[in-house]
């Protein structure tokens, strides 16, 4: 039975590339097939996070998901640390994972930096708790951005050296969902970097809590070349910034890069980034007022994700116990 399990951290504020790579196609999703989202604060804590920091983030962060459309009726909406299950598989897909497929991964080589001896060993691991989280419900669709490819592919690699290792044809390997026009949105002063809640400057990045004035004037300052805008997309090859905001574009209005550059090939930024900042503005802003409004009931967003953890349980729990009669642990 297909289902979709997908995950975000509560490690800081929302981008928009969180939410045209993610949030959005979340909400696409809602009602095609059953949605488990996940707010994963285990993983979060794999970089230090000072704790009320990391309370507001996950209440912000549900914020954010209902903002945009999740619907706690129609996806179990929870956060990760509320299900124990998850933790419980991940330390079996330790002992399944190998050293060196842990060392291969990108995010691992970016994130620890040179002083690997110094990186929380959670860091390291983190790949196999993100598998324990899509297959503790037997998830067979994960949407995520472009950088989370890497970690699906490991995910099917552990189910199937799981299922290998124990005779068993258990868990399914998950496909990798990653589609649209803006499954890697790129910084606003750098095309060839990704937006990410973590770049040092502010101008860089839409985050989820700007306000009209702020998305304008971040959109106006964006770094672009001094061409026109092409009418094809083979035009944008090479211009890296120019693609980035065509991108977003076509992922606001729902629209694909060709039939935009239709309507706007041979403008120049000057008239093209003003239609930009009206979309983004008008798509944006009332997720960021709802937002704000949300986070001033803290006590219901806490109330939803309980619910939500309820409800993840019953599908997680049985799999477990599954998990550990097939693993030979006696009950
Ligand atoms: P995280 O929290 O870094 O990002 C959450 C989601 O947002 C997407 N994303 C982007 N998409 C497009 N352009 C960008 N600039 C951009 N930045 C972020 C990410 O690809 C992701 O889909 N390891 C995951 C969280 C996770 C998870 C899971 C995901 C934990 N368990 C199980 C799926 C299934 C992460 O750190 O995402």
């Given at each position: 039975?297909?289902?979709?399990?997908?995950?975000?951290?509560?490690?800081?504020?929302?981008?928009?590339?969180?939410?045209?790579?993610?949030?959005?196609?979340?909400?696409?999703?809602?009602?095609?097939?059953?949605?488990?989202?996940?707010?994963?604060?285990?993983?979060?804590?794999?970089?230090?996070?000072?704790?009320?920091?990391?309370?507001?983030?996950?209440?912000?962060?549900?914020?954010?998901?209902?903002?945009?459309?999740?619907?706690?009726?129609?996806?179990?909406?929870?956060?990760?640390?509320?299900?124990?299950?998850?933790?419980?598989?991940?330390?079996?897909?330790?002992?399944?994972?190998?050293?060196?497929?842990?060392?291969?991964?990108?995010?691992?080589?970016?994130?620890?930096?040179?002083?690997?001896?110094?990186?929380?060993?959670?860091?390291?691991?983190?790949?196999?708790?993100?598998a324990a989280d899509i297959l503790v419900y037997h998830a067979t669709?994960?949407?995520?951005?472009?950088?989370?490819?890497?970690?699906?592919?490991?995910?099917?690699?552990?189910?199937?050296?799981?299922?290998?290792?124990?005779?068993?044809?258990?868990?399914?390997?998950?496909?990798?969902?990653?589609?649209?026009?803006?499954?890697?949105?790129?910084?606003?002063?750098?095309?060839?970097?990704?937006?990410?809640?973590?770049?040092?400057?502010?101008?860089?990045?839409?985050?989820?809590?700007?306000?009209?004035?702020?998305?304008?004037?971040?959109?106006?300052?964006?770094?672009?070349?001094?061409?026109?805008?092409?009418?094809?997309?083979?035009?944008?090859?090479?211009?890296?910034?120019?693609?980035?905001?065509?991108?977003?574009?076509?992922?606001?209005?729902?629209?694909?890069?060709?039939?935009?550059?239709?309507?706007?090939?041979?403008?120049?930024?000057?008239?093209?980034?003003?239609?930009?900042?009206?979309?983004?503005?008008?798509?944006?802003?009332?997720?960021?007022?709802?937002?704000?409004?949300?986070?001033?009931?803290?006590?219901?967003?806490?109330?939803?994700?309980?619910?939500?953890?309820?409800?993840?349980?019953?599908?997680?729990?049985?799999?477990?116990?599954?998990?550990?009669?097939?693993?030979?642990?006696?009950?």
């Open positions: 039975k297909p289902r979709i399990f997908s995950g975000i951290q509560p490690s800081g504020g929302l981008t928009l590339g969180n939410y045209l790579g993610a949030l959005k196609r979340f909400v696409a999703e809602q009602g095609r097939m059953e949605t488990v989202y996940c707010l994963v604060d285990q993983h979060a804590i794999t970089v230090w996070q000072d704790p009320d920091a990391l309370r507001r983030q996950t209440r912000e962060l549900a914020a954010g998901f209902i903002a945009s459309g999740i619907d706690p009726a129609k996806s179990i909406l929870f956060n990760q640390s509320q299900v124990a299950e998850h933790a419980q598989l991940a330390w079996i897909f330790n002992c399944v994972a190998r050293m060196g497929w842990m060392q291969r991964m990108t995010q691992w080589k970016d994130k620890a930096g040179k002083n690997t001896q110094n990186a929380s060993l959670g860091l390291l691991a983190y790949p196999a708790l993100m669709h994960v949407p995520v951005g472009e950088d989370q490819k890497q970690h699906v592919e490991l995910t099917r690699d552990i189910a199937n050296k799981f299922n290998h290792d124990y005779k068993v044809d258990f868990f399914p390997e998950p496909e990798p969902v990653i589609e649209g026009a803006a499954t890697r949105v790129m910084s606003l002063r750098d095309g060839s970097k990704k937006m990410s809640k973590s770049d040092p400057s502010d101008m860089s990045r839409i985050n989820m809590t700007d306000d009209a004035d702020a998305i304008a004037q971040k959109i106006r300052k964006a770094k672009t070349d001094p061409e026109a805008l092409p009418s094809e997309a083979k035009g944008l090859e090479g211009r890296p910034e120019a693609r980035n905001l065509v991108n977003i574009y076509a992922a606001l209005a729902d629209m694909s890069v060709d039939d935009v550059l239709r309507e706007v090939g041979g403008k120049p930024f000057s008239e093209f980034k003003p239609m930009l900042s009206d979309l983004a503005v008008d798509k944006m802003a009332p997720i960021s007022t709802e937002m704000a409004r949300l986070m001033q009931n803290p006590d219901e967003i806490d109330a939803i994700l309980r619910r939500g953890a309820e409800q993840a349980r019953e599908i997680a729990a049985p799999i477990l116990q599954r998990t550990y009669d097939i693993v030979g642990m006696v009950r």
